[in-house]
C-alpha cells in the first residue's frame, strides 16, 4: 500500500534507521524518530521545546516490546501516511507537519504512547503545532507570488497597453527612483497592468519575480507596539537586494495605520528601503487618494514617479474584449459574435460612473451566464439589453407596455431609452407650467420604476452668483465642505437613473445656463473633486420663467 512513496525522504530515512536499529518491521514510532531527526522541522522545533530531544525518542523506542510481523509496515503506520497524502494531495511533496499532524490525529499508536512516556499528551503538541501553522499561513499570504500565478496561466489575459509596460519597464530599470506609481480611475485597469508586466518578464526578464503585498495580511494580529514593523520589516529583508518587484495595490492605505502610539506607519517602514533602491516598488492608487493622502507626504512621493493611466478608448476596449472573449466562452459555454462585442462596449454607455474597460468586462462575464442559463448558445443584443436595464430595476416588456398610455412629448424618447438607441441617452423636455413637470414627472418615474429619492429640484432663483453655484457642484479644493460635494454631484453619483427639474430659468444667471449647455453638448460635466458626472441617464425637465419667455430650445 505504501510502494507509492517509498522515494519520499521520510520513509527512505525510516528504511535506513530500520536496519541500522535491527528493526524487523515499521511501525508510528520510527515515523516520529524520522520527523524529530530533520534539522529545523516542525516536530524538531516543537519537541524541543518541550525538552524532547532525538536521543530520548531513540532510547524510548529501544526500551520498548512490539509485537509485530517480521518485514512489514504497520497498519497504523499505512493509515498515517495514507491520511498525509490527503492532506497534501494540491501539493508535490508530503512535509513533515503533515505527518506530525496525521500521527497526532490517530485514535492510538506507538508514537502516542512513547509521548505519553514523557508525560506529554499529543493533543498538547497537536494545538502547538496548529498555531504555528496559522502563523506559516498568515505570513506566506503576505507576499502573493504575481510571477509565480503567471506561469501557471492564472492571471487574466493581458491585451494591449504595451505603450504602459514600456513606460513601467522604463522606470523599474533605472538605477534610481526606480519605483512607478500608478494613477487612475478605478476600473481603468491599474492591478491588470502589473499582471501584464508579470506576463511580459516571464519570456523577457525570467529572474525577476512580482510580488503583491497584502496589507490585510500584514496587519492582521499586530496587536501590540512593534509586531507590524517587525513582521513587515521581516517581509522585505527576504526580497531586498534581490530581482524582487513588489506591488503595492491601494497603497494610500499604507499611510497613517492607526496602531499603538508612537508606532512607526507602513510608509515610514518602506520609505528608507526605497530610497536605497534595495526594492523595487510598483504602487497603484486612485486620481483622488493620490492626492488626498501620498501628496501630502512629500517624502514618499518623490520616491516614485507617476503614470497615470486613462480610461481606454472604446476602440481598444473593443480589441481587448476580442482578445479574452475566449476565456468566457469556455467558461460559460456561449459564443459571442463581434457583433455582440461591440454592442456590450456601446451598451456599457448606460452604466453610468464606471470606467472602461472594466465595466464593458464585467458585461461580458454576466451576459454570459445570463444567455447560458436561458439556455441558449450565442449571446444576442436582447440578453444585453434586458441585463442592464434589469440591473437599473426596470421590468423592460412592461415598461413598454405602459408607453402607449403616457403623453406624447416623451413617449418616443422612453422608448429609445428601454430599446438602447444608443445615439440618444438624455431626455431634455421644456415645460409650460408646474402641472406639466408634475405630469412629465410621474409619467417617467411609472416608466422607469424610480421613486421621490431619484427626482432632484433645482430653483434658478436660489443660485444667482459664484457661491450659490458652488452648493451645486461642491465647494473649491481648501475650502469647507470640499469633501461633502454638491446638491447636484451627490444625486447623480448616487442614483444611476434621476430626474432633475430646473425652475425659473432667466437671462440673469449665466453660470447656470452655461453648465446647462455643456451637459447638453458633453453629456457629463465635472465636479469640483474632478468627479465625472455622467447626465446620460438623467431625465432633465425645464420650467422657463413666466415673466419673459427666453427661448432656451433644446
Known amino acids: 500500500m505504501v510502494d507509492d512513496i517509498l522515494y519520499n525522504d521520510i520513509i527512505h530515512f525510516m528504511e535506513k534507521t530500520k536496519k541500522e536499529m535491527h528493526c524487523f518491521c515499521l511501525g508510528t514510532e520510527m515515523l516520529l524518530l524520522a520527523l524529530i531527526s530533520i534539522p529545523d522541522s516542525m516536530t524538531n522545533l516543537i519537541l524541543k521545546e518541550l525538552r524532547i530531544t532525538k536521543e530520548n525518542i531513540i532510547d524510548k523506542i529501544n526500551h520498548s516490546y512490539f509485537l509485530r510481523k517480521e518485514n512489514h509496515y504497520t497498519s497504523c503506520l499505512e493509515e498515517v501516511i495514507h491520511q498525509a497524502q490527503k492532506l497534501e ?49 498568515q505570513e506566506s499570504n503576505i507576499l502573493i507570488n504575481i510571477t509565480k500565478m503567471a506561469k501557471e496561466g492564472k492571471n487574466n489575459p493581458f491585451i494591449g497597453r504595451k505603450d504602459y509596460l514600456e513606460r513601467m519597464d522604463r522606470i523599474l530599470s533605472k538605477k534610481q527612483k526606480n519605483n512607478c506609481m500608478l494613477i487612475g480611475l478605478a476600473g481603468v485597469g491599474k492591478s491588470g497592468l502589473v499582471e501584464g508586466l508579470a506576463n511580459l518578464y516571464l519570456t523577457e526578464k525570467p529572474t525577476i519575480t512580482i510580488y503583491r503585498l497584502d496589507l490585510g495580511s500584514v496587519l492582521a494580529g499586530t496587536r501590540y507596539r512593534g509586531d507590524l514593523e517587525e513582521r513587515l520589516m521581516d517581509v522585505l529583508d527576504d526580497i531586498k537586494n534581490q530581482n524582487c518587484i513588489l506591488f503595492i495595490d491601494e497603497i494610500h492605505n499604507i499611510l497613517s495605520t492607526g496602531y499603538a502610539e508612537n508606532s512607526m506607519d507602513i510608509a515610514n517602514i518602506l520609505k528608507p528601503y526605497l530610497a536605497r533602491s534595495n526594492i523595487k516598488c510598483i504602487g497603484a492608487t486612485t486620481i483622488e487618494e493620490y492626492y488626498k493622502y501620498i501628496d501630502k507626504d512629500k517624502a514618499l512621493a518623490r520616491r516614485f514617479q507617476n503614470i497615470y493611466v486613462t480610461e481606454p478608448k472604446q476602440e481598444e476596449c473593443y480589441t481587448i474584449l476580442q482578445g479574452i472573449k475566449k476565456d468566457y466562452e469556455n467558461f460559460h459555454n456561449v459564443k459571442y459574435t463581434d457583433e455582440v462585442i461591440y454592442y456590450i462596449i456601446k451598451a456599457s454607455s448606460y452604466i453610468s460612473n464606471r470606467y472602461f474597460p472594466d465595466k464593458a468586462i464585467d458585461l461580458l462575464d454576466e451576459c454570459g451566464l445570463y444567455t447560458r442559463r436561458k439556455h441558449k448558445e450565442i449571446v444576442d443584443a436582447l440578453d444585453i439589453q434586458e441585463l442592464i436595464l434589469e440591473n437599473k430595476g ?26 438602447f438607441n444608443i445615439e440618444k441617452y438624455i431626455l431634455w423636455l421644456n415645460c409650460n407650467n408646474d402641472e406639466e413637470i408634475k405630469q412629465y414627472q410621474k409619467e417617467i418615474m411609472d416608466i422607469l420604476s424610480l421613486n421621490e429619492e431619484h427626482v432632484l429640484e433645482i430653483d434658478f432663483h436660489d443660485y444667482t452668483d459664484q457661491h450659490q453655484l458652488s452648493t451645486l457642484l461642491g465647494t473649491s479644493p481648501g475650502y469647507v465642505g470640499y469633501d461633502e460635494g454638491g446638491i447636484l454631484s451627490n444625486h447623480i453619483l448616487k442614483h444611476d437613473i434621476s430626474i432633475v427639474i430646473f425652475k425659473n430659468m432667466s437671462k440673469e444667471n449665466r453660470l447656470l445656463f452655461k ?36 427661448g432656451f430650445n433644446f
Open 89 to 137: 494531495s494540491e501539493k508535490e511533496y508530503v512535509y513533515d507537519e503533515a505527518y506530525l499532524y496525521s500521527l497526532l490525529s490517530s485514535d492510538d499508536n506507538a508514537a502516542i504512547n512513547i509521548l505519553r512516556g514523557f508525560e506529554i499528551e499529543g493533543r498538547i503538541i497537536l494545538d502547538e503545532l496548529n498555531n504555528a501553522l496559522d502563523y506559516l499561513q
Open 394 to 419: 426596470i421590468n423592460k416588456n412592461l415598461s413598454l407596455e405602459k408607453l402607449n398610455k403616457v403623453s406624447n412629448n416623451i413617449k418616443n424618447d422612453l422608448y429609445n431609452y428601454l430599446t
Open 515 to 550: 453648465m446647462i449647455d455643456k451637459i447638453k453638448n458633453t453629456g457629463k460635466i465635472k465636479d469640483y473633486k474632478g468627479n465625472d458626472l455622467i447626465f446620460k441617464n438623467t431625465c432633465l425637465l425645464f420650467l422657463e420663467e413666466k415673466k419673459e419667455k427666453i
